[in-house]
Every structure is written in C-alpha cells, then in structure tokens.
C-alpha cells in the first residue's frame, strides 16, 4: 500500500509545477494571481513531499493490516 501513497505524492507535485507554471504565465502577461491558487500551490507541494514521505515512513516503521490501509486511504484522501 505505499505505493499508491508515492504515486499519489509524484502526481500531486506535477500538479503543483503546472498550477507554478500556470501563476507564473499569469503574471508575465500582467494579470495577477488570485490568493486562494498561491494557498493551493504551497499546499499541494507540502502534502505532496509529506505523501512521498509517508511511502517510505510505513514500511520503515512496520506498519501493518488495517493501519497501514488506513494511513495509506486517509492520507491519500486528505491530500
């Protein structure tokens, strides 16, 4: 089950590169960035790493059965 919570982090960093690149053509034409997609680029980004993290942290720490499941669904699904 850790490597849905990878997979999930990887997809959720591309997400956050193309909402920068996104902002960033926003700004090189002279419009402005709305406040909630700056909130959202830094979220995704953190819980995308924090997702990449986790992938690693079950194993390492012998997470088993129904807590690994549900580590792995909850924090998929917060993300």
């Known amino acids: 089950m850790t490597k849905p919570l990878k997979?999930?982090?990887f997809l959720g960093l591309a997400v956050m590169?193309?909402?920068g690149v996104h902002q960033f053509v926003l700004l090189s034409r002279g419009g402005t960035v709305p406040p909630w997609?700056?909130?959202?680029h830094a979220?995704?980004?953190i819980l995308s790493?924090?997702?990449?993290?986790m992938g690693f942290a079950v194993p390492a720490?012998?997470?088993t059965g129904t807590l690994r499941?549900?580590?792995?669904?909850l924090f998929i699904?917060?993300?």
């Open 17 to 19: 590169m193309a909402v």
């Open 61 to 63: 720490l012998d997470v």
């Open 43 to 45: 979220h995704l980004g």
């Open 69 to 73: 499941t549900a580590v792995t669904v």
């Open 37 to 40: 997609m700056i909130g959202g």
């Open 77 to 79: 699904a917060g993300q």
């Open 7 to 9: 997979a999930s982090g």
């Open 49 to 53: 790493i924090r997702a990449i993290v």
